[in-house]
């Protein structure tokens, strides 16, 4: 998800974890790997935590107080906005029937207490990067085109691209998220932000802009529109 200033270069992770000493150690080790770290004691506070602010990855704790991670694994997979959220679920519990159960409620992975800080860690940076939250070294690139985060520039072809700060912010999550189709409402959380009150209409314009400056003469429409669905980085073809 963007920051402020539209970086995406440190995911965010929240951890959802009651034991102190294990969540200290996780930030620990997360931030030492280049990751912003939130923390969640409990899984009301999870729900809240994400609700306000869309994390790019949880490390869900199996056994909390008041709400199980299952149930808030359950609830973030009923609402269209956190459906794909990657999530990780950390639990003591290690029968194999625990795992299934797990998976089958929504989790994208399991892993078991105690385990090995670096195989949790690969597990995290496989997610991310089927989810597209990790870009490489500041650089985006989807086929003809490139952005630099660090720089702020854009590229398609090696033709300077010329955005709006919208627009770059919309490329940017597009670019994150390819061929993934996205609602108005969506992008307008993602983009935007929740506590910025704008019409669904308005990403429309934007759109449009953004069209403009990527689509030369010449080039292949790259921002699909979806009868009654959204838009998409992505082709007809």
């Given at each position: ?179 993934r189709v996205f609602t108005r409402e969506q992008l307008l959380d993602a983009v935007w932000g929740r506590d910025i009150h704008v019409e669904p209409r308005t990403v429309d314009v934007h759109i449009r802009r953004l069209r403009k400056a990527v689509n ?22």
């Amino acid at each position: 998800m963007p920051d402020a200033t539209g970086n995406l270069a440190r995911p965010i992770i929240l951890v959802v974890e009651d034991e102190a000493p294990l969540l200290t150690l996780l930030r620990y080790n997360l931030e030492k790997q280049g990751f912003r770290v939130e923390e969640a004691a409990d899984g009301q506070e999870a729900l809240l935590r994400v609700a306000e602010s869309r994390p790019d990855l949880i490390l869900l704790d199996w056994m909390l107080p008041a709400l199980s991670g299952l149930e808030v694994c359950r609830q973030i997979r009923r609402k269209p906005a956190t459906r794909d959220l990657p999530i990780i679920m950390v639990t003591a519990r290690t029968e194999d029937q625990d795992a299934v159960r797990a998976l089958d409620t929504g989790a994208d992975d399991y892993i078991a207490k105690p385990f090995a800080m670096e195989a949790l860690l690969a597990r995290i940076r496989a997610l991310l990067r089927r989810s597209g939250s990790v870009p490489v070294k500041g650089r985006i690139a989807w086929r003809d085109i490139t952005m630099d985060q660090d720089a702020h520039r854009v590229t398609r072809n090696g033709r300077a691209l010329h955005l709006g700060p919208t627009e770059y912010r919309l490329l940017e999550f597009f670019l994150q998220h390819p061929g993934r189709v996205f609602t108005r409402e969506q992008l307008l959380d993602a983009v935007w932000g929740r506590d910025i009150h704008v019409e669904p209409r308005t990403v429309d314009v934007h759109i449009r802009r953004l069209r403009k400056a990527v689509n030369g003469e010449g080039e292949e429409d790259v921002i699909r529109t979806v009868r009654s669905a959204g838009y998409s980085l992505d082709t007809e073809g």
